[in-house]
């Protein structure tokens, strides 16, 4: 059961985007027709693009020619193509080619040169990419292109998700209204085979590719590289960012700082909606650092504390156990004055410059820790910077879903 | 059910040391001559000392006090006094009055002088200390102090331990025979208050503070850090080793290399008994890296694959899932060239250079991580540096201890 109050909100169409999706049977033949597992989202002009991409060295075929067509065309993109079920990863030489072959499929389905087109993959790691079951059934996709297609897209990318993951906003300037719309997926823990994040977002925003590189940048910082996926990130992991805004005619924005924090929110919640939907995960935390020197140091400190599993666990058995909380801390790389730390849950003092609040007892911290949601404040007093880190509990039915045999 | 195929050996009496433990209801009052608590270990001459401590920045005064103590008096430490049910941490202000009087009391029941005596702390964190449950029932110690009570002695520093741990090596140099006996605590995983690794390490064996710091540090980083205790370290993890030998008379050794080859086999033993006594461990793993740059990346290549919450629950469900271990691997800091990794599990080859090998099934690996005890061999083909790392799996148990309440 995700840690969702509400259902979402139906995702913006994005002037300049059509997306669709197909059945392709990726993961096993037999699952053709019955679940959708191939996104195409095709830009009708050339888009300005921009990317994250994981840190692992691991890291697939398909985050390679990624990154190299951003490099050499980052302001002609029409195209991302994408897949469930399988990573393409692990699987030696081939893996290259199968993934170029998916890009040269994605750019014949969509009308366009493979220069022009970006590929991610997610799914079980070290198997045969069934290349011919996607050339076979991607026409699917290109015939469902359709602009308020985005739900379709979301459950395309989706592998052990519970539910599609999708997010908007809009924007005023210049008496014109922009939209952002992105999908993710991902697990707030850890899949048996596919651990990988991905997020795609649109925009009609004009802005250029070298200005949607500095800005997305940090903001994934702030969002998908701010929750808690185990500490691990997977081979696969990719983050694109599109803008039809100059293609479709548009004057370049000047102030792209109503821009930034509309993508913001919608990284973030896309980021959040991850962490809710982990494996297992019956709690949403969000983890404030303050005090710190930089953004980095509190991000940091921040993900120790969300990775550790001590922490997680007394989450998930409502025990307000500061003392692992306080070891966390110590565990960063931060230099932890242990007088100056204070740490508050909720609106409950726990912990003032390093003492133990006087009136703080056992109960008012269990009673914060017994929500669903709640959020830690840890400050470390070193300067003025701070960092948001959302993460979920360590439960017994994470344990089932990683422990299972793959089959 | 710890992993352990046989019961430990006794412990050897060591030349020059006594050992006593006493009961004092540490952890509550109601557990007093219940459940041995406290444990003196008294050096008849004047000992050589080294130690290694956490490196967590929230210290407890216990290290703080016990560094400087090694710091300035090396060559005359005559006392270890130490106590499970309370680590004496994140308790403010008394933290230091509190581990001061425990050497006090230490330096009291033992005959010598207060700079002569080193204290270690474990159990609950942020509790009152209550030192005078321990002023009252030290005697007890002293009392039953003894030369062949080394089993007590680790029975006395255990909390959540299921099994005292303890290990011995004897070697012959210039005609005599020398001993080195141990005792340690800690689990394989986290334990909810008490997650303190602690190691006492005797020997009769004449080597100097100096030569014994230098010896001790790097045999420490092979044994007490190359074991998986979910990648956090606690506030109060120390280790100490004292030598008799000079005190005693002897002269001292100028070739250590008989003795360092079994203070290191007494070191890897008492760690390893802390990975098999693992909070829900089912599994042993050995994971041996080669080919690496040097030692240091073996070994943080080694603990970055014994950490992962997403390997330790393949080993759990006895999956062979070589895609998680190349996630873990590519998450290290280590310059991995993908197409140099080679993986092998006991002696089946799974990844040559990069590619899956031929041969290879997955009933084979499903067949090698069935087993309660495997090896996995990582190459990572950049140099000639080896480490091993020590793990368990994580598995539901661990999930219900670490989730309770902490009453």
Chains 1, 2 share one sequence.
Not at 324 to 336: E, F, V, Y
């Amino acid at each position: 059961m995700p840690v969702l109050s509400k259902p979402l909100s139906k995702p913006l169409a994005v002037t300049g985007f059509r997306v669709g999706s197909a059945s392709c049977g990726v993961k096993s033949a037999d699952l053709k027709g019955k679940r959708q597992d191939l996104t195409l989202i095709v830009a009708d002009v050339p888009a300005q693009a921009a990317a994250v991409f994981t840190q692992n060295t691991f890291r697939a075929a398909c985050v390679d020619l990624g990154e190299q067509t951003v490099r050499k065309h980052a302001t002609n993109i029409r195209a991302i193509v994408a897949n469930a079920g399988n990573a393409n990863a692990g699987v030696g030489e081939m893996e290259r080619v199968w993934s170029q072959q998916l890009i040269d499929l994605g750019a014949q389905a969509a009308g366009v040169a493979a220069s022009q087109v970006l590929s991610a993959s997610t799914g079980v790691i070290g198997e045969p990419f069934p290349i011919e079951r996607i050339a076979s059934t991607i026409h699917q996709a290109a015939e469902s292109l359709a602009e308020d297609n985005w739900v379709q897209a979301a459950e395309a990318i989706r592998t052990t998700d519970t539910f599609a993951k999708f997010a908007s906003r809009q924007f005023e300037q210049n008496g014109k209204t922009y939209t952002i719309t992105g999908v993710s997926k991902g697990s707030g823990m850890i899949h048996p085979n596919m651990a990988t994040m991905l997020g795609f977002i649109a925009t009609d925003a004009p802005i250029s590719a070298e200005k949607l590189q500095a800005i997305l940048s940090p903001i994934a910082d702030r969002s998908f590289n701010s929750i808690s996926v185990d500490g691990d990130t997977s081979t696969n992991d990719t983050v694109y960012l599109l803008s039809s805004g100059l293609g479709l005619g548009d004057t370049e924005l000047n102030d792209t700082s109503d821009f930034e924090q509309a993508l913001q929110d919608v990284a973030i919640e896309l980021a959040q909606l991850i962490v809710r939907d982990g494996e297992g995960v019956t709690k949403f935390v969000t983890i404030e650092v303050t005090g710190a020197e930089n953004e980095t140091q509190a991000r940091t400190l921040g993900r120790t504390i969300a990775v550790s599993p001590l922490v997680k666990t007394a989450f998930a058995g409502s025990d307000a156990n500061w003392g692992r909380i306080l070891m966390a801390i110590g565990n960063s790389d931060a230099p932890i004055q242990p007088d100056k730390v204070s740490l508050r849950a909720d609106d409950v003092l726990i912990l003032e410059h390093g003492n133990l609040h006087p009136d703080y007892k056992d109960e008012m911290g269990m009673k914060v820790f017994s929500q669903q949601e709640f959020t830690l404040f840890v400050d470390i007093g070193l300067g003025d910077a701070s960092a948001k880190v959302w993460t979920g509990d360590l439960t017994h039915e994470y344990i089932e879903i990683n422990a299972e045999y793959r089959t």
